[in-house]
């Protein structure tokens, strides 16, 4: 915390203003939100591994499947292992947002709720993975 | 004084600038009866205690929006706050978060009211119409367009609960910004274009990260981080549109 008050000033109102140091642990609400924007940085890093993939494969066919065993080795793995719930996090607290981003959106007559918009969303992600592993397993040899 | 056995302890953040000290707590123990509010608490103490300390407060029933404070750390209206639902814990009342202290639990809000003239939360008719013209006709879907966020009654809470607005001096914060997008989506207003120079920079929806406690905090359910998220996306084609319009198109 700070005055702000200025040498020699007769005006008797003295506004005291608060320091926001820290102003992220003040509040559950806050710590929530920037664990959704931290994770970002994570995702981030995750198109940077498949950008790599995709500039492996102009390299030619080692050089794709060294990178293919890359994604294979134990660190990788372990490295998937934190990434999957983090992304889990990161897609659901966006969903959650969803409805903060739309204006009100009618069906039948009547306002969706926003906890809907959000249930849809999520929905519509775990269908569209589920139906690229689906596909994946087919394309498998 | 109440009719009870029961007294809870308030430890509320004093700050007197004529004192020239510091701001510090200062814990009262008030007795309560079931009903009493927080402000009712207050009240208590201004009467019968300690008739130096400070607060805002008009109607006791949620519709003057004076009465915001910190309690115990969350952003809440004095009047609509039952000291029941914190018995028999100390409950911490300080200031609203991030205005400067005027005095005890008084805030200034000069920030808040020089920021609001900007968005012009007023109507700006589409046409001038004459009075023999008649009212300005809405239908119940054109009302129910904007009347979730016309109810803010200014009481702060969200700008309380948003750190950006403490953060950044510039951002105009979520109540005005919901304000803006209230008269935006008036049916009868013809504003839109004199209140975007504000809307789309970054003192405007874009200063807003999506912290989202401000919905969560508001007392009337405007919802301003909906307000003002949902213009983002029209932001940004209107931003992008600059690039491919025709020079000298006048729009």
Known sequence: MSARIEPGRT?????????????????????????????????????????????????????????????????????????????AFHSYSWFRIMPKTLPAIEWRGKRLKQTTITALGIAAAVAVNLALLLLLAGVQP | MPDTARSIELEILRYLPESGH????????????????????????????DSTLSFRWSCRMAICGSCGLMIDGVPR????????????RRVRITALQHFPIERDLVIVADDFIDKLKRAKPWLIPKQARALADGEYLQSPAELAHYRQFSTCINCLLCYAACPQYGLDAEFAGPGILALL??????????GREQRMDLGHSDAGFWGCTAVAYCSEVCPKEVDPANAINQNKMGSAIDYLLRFVRPRGSGE
Not at chain 1, 17 to 39: K, Q, V
Not at chain 1, 68 to 82: E, G, N, T
């Open chain 2, 77 to 88: 209206l004095g009047c609509r706050t039952f000291l029941r639902n914190y018995y028999p």
């Open chain 2, 181 to 190: 997008h209230r008269y935006n989506a008036d049916s009868r207003d013809g």
């Open chain 1, 11 to 87: 005006d008797p109102r003295r506004p005291w203003r608060r320091s926001m140091r820290g102003w992220w642990h003040r509040n559950p609400y806050y710590l929530r939100y920037l664990a959704m924007e931290a994770t970002s940085i994570l995702i981030a890093l995750y198109a940077l591994i498949l950008l790599l993939g995709l500039w492996r494969l102009t390299e030619g066919e080692a050089a794709w499947a060294a990178w293919l065993a890359m994604l294979k080795s134990p660190v990788s793995l372990a490295l998937h292992a934190i990434l999957l719930p983090v992304f």
């Open chain 2, 22 to 49: 510091e701001p510090w707590y200062q814990v009262y123990e008030v007795p309560f009866e079931d009903d009493w509010s927080v402000l009712q608490g207050l009240q208590f103490i201004k009467d019968d205690l």
